[in-house]
Each structure stands twice: as C-alpha cells, then as structure tokens.
C-alpha cells in the first residue's frame, strides 16, 4: 500500500529554521583566513609574543641549568669539607693554632681526613732581578703532602708535594699564580725571599678554596728550614660523612682551641658557592619581570591587529551577517584569530628560547635543562594574552549592524 504525497499547505505556517552550529573545524578554518589574509602584520604581532614567551623560558632554562650545573659541582668536589681558620682574640691579635691541630682534629670520631696550610711571611718574584717590591700579587703557603685528597684538587702539569721533595726549596704553584709569575711548565725557577725555587707542579684551579689558585705551596719541613716558618698551621682542612658534617662542626672549634674557641672560625667551603646560586635568584626574577613586560607589549599588538582587522573586515562581516551568521559566530571568529595568532607567538618563542638555552648552555659547558612547566606556563599564558586580547574586537565586531557594515567604506 502506497501512502499519498503530501504537500505542505500553503495556507499553513512557514517550516521553523534552525541555526546551524559551526564545528570547530570551521571555526579554525575561518580563524586561519583571517591570519593568511594579512601575513606581514601577523608575523610582526606574533614575533612580539615570541620575544616576551623566549624570554621567559630562556631565563628560566639558563637558570636551570646553572643550577644543575652547580648542584653536579658540589656533588663532585663534596659538601662535607669543613675548614678551621685562626682568627683574633678579644684584644684584636692574631691566634696561631697549636702545631698539633691536625692530629686534634683526626681523634674526633666521625672525621675522615684532616690536613693543614700554613701562611709563610715571604716574597715571592719571578727571578732575582725582578725589585722586591713587585711581587705579581702571589703569597707563598706551606701545605702538608695529603692536602690534594682532602681537597679533591688536582695538578694540571709535573707534580705534587711529596715524602721525597716536601724538605726541598720546591713548589707547586697555583692555577692563578703562575700565570702572574710568568710560569708556563715545572722546573722552572722562582726566588721566594732570597732562595731560588723550582717549581715541580702547577695546580688547576681549586673550585672550593680558590685563594689557594694566588699562591705558591712548599712543603712543611721546607718551609720551617729555608723561611723561617714557626710550623703554626693557619687553616686545617677536614672531611667526615655527610650526616655527620653537623656534629663534627659543632666541636671543630672548642677541638682545636680549647678554652678560646670564639677566637677560630668553622667554614663550610660549599655553603659560598651554594649562596651565589641564591643570589642568582635576584637577576632570574628581574629578568622574568622584562620577559612579562615584553609579553605584554605583544599582547598589545596582538589587540591593534585584531582591532585594525574589524575595520578593516566590515563588509565581510556584514555579509556574514546577513546571510545568517550569528553574533556569537562573529565572536567565535574573531576570538579564534586571536587566540590562533597569540599561539603562533607563543610556540615560536617556546622553540626560540629552548634554543637560547641550548646554545648558551653548550657554549658554557653546562647540561641543557628546560623544565617542562616553563614551556606550559609560557604557552598557557599567550592563550590567555590571546583572549584578553582579542576580547574586546570580537565583542565589537560581533555588535556591528549588516546594514551599517556593508555600506561601510
């Protein structure tokens, strides 16, 4: 059985229209039309953000890897070096350390190691030519034959003090005292007071006392038979466990002088290099601050494009209207072209200041290191810059009347 056709009734009421909704695959195809139509001013606002977003994730990236750089650092030359330096007493004279401090310092339990320096009163010249009065700013110390290991230091060229030379006129000169003194290899000579010297080593630089880089070490008994040294040690060198650095810090003092331990000072060599890396902090913040500054100059940008696109775009806008398109389809479109222009800027400044960091990290020998929470934050806030920005020429694109935006001029 066929059913009849039916027609509708003419007389009856006109079929209700419904709004067809975009899909978001439409929404960023006419975001994208927007953008492609004006390439140059696209490029100019998006390289704003990209400026503001490469500059928060290089900052942070670089500050990054500093740290872990110097976190390894540390890791590798040790936190639970302690040293012990002779200060002055409440009349304002010098305090020596007893000659057996070094041993005082070994009976404490938990200590591993224990070695000394000791300040010897000498002038030090490249030759016995050179005036007395011109000392290249190196100051000569006597050092025990152990203090390498305490200090995880190394000898860039010939050798350390040893069993054999320590009684001799030898020295081992400093990373940074040689190159004052002129000395580019061992067995060279230098005159320290009077006496000629041969230098048998050279240091690398002793990241955690680097006074020791500005001076020329001599063994003990030498010290104490060519330069008339009293054999008091001025700074003791001392390494326990990690989770007994606390507790051997404690009683260094009252170890070493005991009855006048407010005349010595305890140091914990690694707590310096921990605090330049808290005040690193400052400059990381005042750099992060420019980085916003510079964010938000792009997001102004990003708001004068999108409001130059209205006026520019009346007509268009009002076809659109006029055909159908809905306020809210109008300000779907043009929040869309923000947001899209905004995370063009963001992404190309997330790869830009990843390279940064890459590059200056490689370039100081550091380990890269971007957190990946920068990368989200920086992107996260060019959206928000995006709809900030491009809010208010939605809202008013979306408000313009089709008569009066197609017979705009």
Do not use: C
């Not at 709004?19 to 390289?47: F, H, K, N, T, Y």
């Not at 012990?84 to 004279?93: H, L, P, S």
């Not at 067995?187 to 680097?210: A, F, K, S, W, Y």
């Not at 100081?364 to 971007?370: D, P, S």
Request: hydrophobic letters at 45%.
């Amino acid at each position: 059985m066929t059913l009849p056709n039916r027609r509708p009734d003419p007389a009856g009421p006109p079929p209700r229209l419904r709004s067809s909704r975009l899909s978001p695959r439409d929404v960023l195809g006419l975001g994208a039309v927007g953008l492609r139509a004006r390439r140059a001013r696209v490029v100019l606002s998006a390289l704003g953000i990209a400026l503001g977003i490469a500059t928060m994730v290089a900052v942070v990236g670089l500050s990054q890897s500093s740290k872990s750089d110097l976190m390894a650092r540390l890791d590798r030359l040790g936190t639970n070096l302690l040293t012990v330096e002779a200060g002055k007493d409440a009349q304002g004279q010098e305090v020596k350390l007893p000659k057996s401090a070094v041993a005082m310092v070994e009976r404490i339990g938990p200590v591993q190691h224990a070695t000394a320096t000791a300040n010897v009163d000498a002038r030090i010249r490249r030759s016995d030519v050179v005036p007395e009065e011109r000392t290249a700013g190196v100051t000569a110390q006597a050092a025990r034959t152990d203090l390498l290991t305490a200090l995880n230091a190394q000898v860039a060229e010939g050798t350390w003090l040893n069993s054999a030379n320590e009684h001799l006129p030898v020295t081992v000169l400093g990373s940074i005292a040689a190159q004052r003194l002129g000395v580019t290899e061992p067995g060279e000579m230098i005159t320290i007071n009077d006496e000629h010297v041969v230098v048998v080593g050279i240091l690398r630089p002793v990241e955690l006392v680097p006074t020791l880089d500005r001076v020329a070490l001599v063994g003990f008994p030498a010290a104490e038979t060519y330069f008339r040294f009293d054999g008091h040690p001025s700074m003791i060198f001392e390494r326990s466990p990690d989770a007994t650095v606390e507790s051997v810090r404690a009683v260094l003092a009252r170890t070493v002088s005991p009855g006048a331990e407010g005349s010595v000072k305890v140091s914990r060599p690694s707590d310096a290099l921990a605090a330049k890396a808290a005040t690193d902090k400052g400059l990381t913040t005042l750099m992060l601050g420019l980085g916003a500054v510079a964010l938000l100059v792009g997001g102004v940008g990003v708001a004068n494009t999108m409001v130059v696109s209205v006026l520019e775009r009346r007509q268009e806008i009002g076809l659109r209207r006029a055909i159908g398109a809905t306020k809210g389809a109008i300000r779907l479109q043009f929040l869309t072209e923000s947001l899209l222009l905004s995370a063009l800027g963001g992404a190309t400044g997330a790869v830009l200041g990843a390279a940064a960091t890459a590059g200056f990290a490689f370039a100081q020998g550091w380990t890269a290191v971007v957190p990946p929470w920068s990368l989200a934050v920086g992107f996260a806030a060019t959206l928000v810059i995006g709809v900030l920005a491009g809010l208010y020429p939605a809202v008013r694109a979306s408000r313009l009347h089709p008569t009066v935006a197609l017979n705009a001029t």
